[in-house]
C-alpha cells in the first residue's frame, strides 16, 4: 500500500517522505524560526527543496540546505536567479518554473499553482543591495505546489494564500488527497476560509499550518475541525505541531 510521511517542522515548512524514498523539504525556514527545533546543520540529506515565495519565513534555509545537502533547489524563475547569488547555478541545481507550469526531479512531478499573496525578496538573501531608503526587492511570484509522487500520491500545499474558488479546479486536475493550508487569519486564510478550502479541495486530509501564538495568529483548530466536518464530511484535519508527522496510506493514516 502506498503511503507518504509529511512531517510539520514548524510554521509552514514541510518535509514529504515518500514510501520512495525522497526527502522533499518544502518552505524549510528553521533558523531564526520561533517554533521549528531543526537547525539547518541537523538536515543530512535532502533530494528537493521547494519554495513556494521570497518572505524570510518561507525561502529561509533552502539555499543552505541545497549546499549542503545537494538537493535540487525549485521554485519561481526570479528566486533561481537569487539561487545563484547563494551557490546555486541555475538550470543545473536550481530549477525554475512559474504558476501554471510543472518540472519533474526524479520520479516526482512538481506543478505551480497560483495563490493570492503579496510578495518579495527576503533582503538578507537579495541578489544586490536594496536601493536607497527601500527594503522589499520583488520575487516574482506567489505560487502553490503539487506534488504527485511516483507511488501514486499526491500533495496540494496552497502556500500563503487567501481563498479562491480555482482551489475547485485544481482539486479536479491533481486529485489531491492531501492538502496543506494556512488557517493564521492574519496574512493568510483563517479558520472559516480554511474550512471552505477543504470543501472546495476535498483531500483525505488537511493538514493546518502557518498559524499560532508565537506567531501571533493563533486559530481556533477545534472549530476549523467542526467546520470541515460540515462541510466536507470525508475530510479530516490533522493538527501537528512542530516536528509532528503523520503518515498517509491510501484511504488511511496514522498519527506519530
Known amino acids: 500500500m502506498a503511503s507518504i510521511k509529511v512531517t510539520l517542522l ?45 518572505h524570510n519565513d518561507h525561502i529561509g534555509d533552502s539555499y543552505a540546505i541545497c549546499r549542503n545537502t545537494g538537493a535540487t533547489f525549485v521554485s519561481n524563475y526570479e528566486l533561481c536567479v537569487v539561487a545563484e547569488q547563494n551557490g546555486l547555478t541555475l538550470g543545473e541545481n536550481a530549477v525554475p518554473f512559474n504558476p501554471g507550469g510543472t518540472v519533474t526531479v526524479g520520479d516526482i512531478r512538481i506543478t505551480a499553482t497560483q495563490a493570492f499573496h503579496s510578495l518579495s525578496m527576503s533582503p538578507n ?59 493564521g487569519g492574519k496574512f493568510t486564510m483563517g479558520v472559516c476560509e480554511g474550512a471552505r478550502a477543504a470543501s472546495f479541495i476535498r483531500p483525505d486530509i488537511v493538514i493546518p499550518n502557518h498559524y499560532g501564538e508565537p506567531q501571533g495568529q493563533p486559530a481556533d483548530i477545534e472549530a476549523l475541525k467542526d467546520a470541515v466536518a460540515l462541510l466536507s464530511p470525508n475530510t479530516d484535519v490533522v493538527a501537528l505541531g512542530p516536528n509532528g508527522a503523520v503518515t498517509y496510506e491510501t484511504s488511511s493514516y496514522t498519527i506519530g
Open 10 to 54: 514548524g510554521h509552514a515548512s514541510m518535509l514529504f517522505e515518500p514510501d520512495t524514498g525522497e526527502k522533499i523539504y518544502l518552505d524549510p525556514w528553521l533558523e531564526g524560526s520561533p517554533v521549528a527545533t531543526l537547525a539547518v546543520d541537523d538536515i543530512k540529506e535532502a533530494d528537493i527543496v521547494v519554495a513556494t515565495h521570497g
Open 125 to 183: 538573501l537579495s541578489k544586490g543591495a536594496a536601493p536607497e531608503n527601500g527594503y522589499f526587492h520583488p520575487d516574482g511570484g506567489v505560487c502553490g505546489i503539487v506534488l504527485q509522487f511516483a507511488n501514486g500520491i499526491t500533495v496540494y500545499d496552497t502556500s500563503d494564500t487567501s481563498l479562491f474558488s480555482d482551489m475547485q479546479l485544481i482539486s479536479q486536475m491533481y486529485g489531491p488527497q492531501i492538502a496543506v493550508l494556512p488557517v
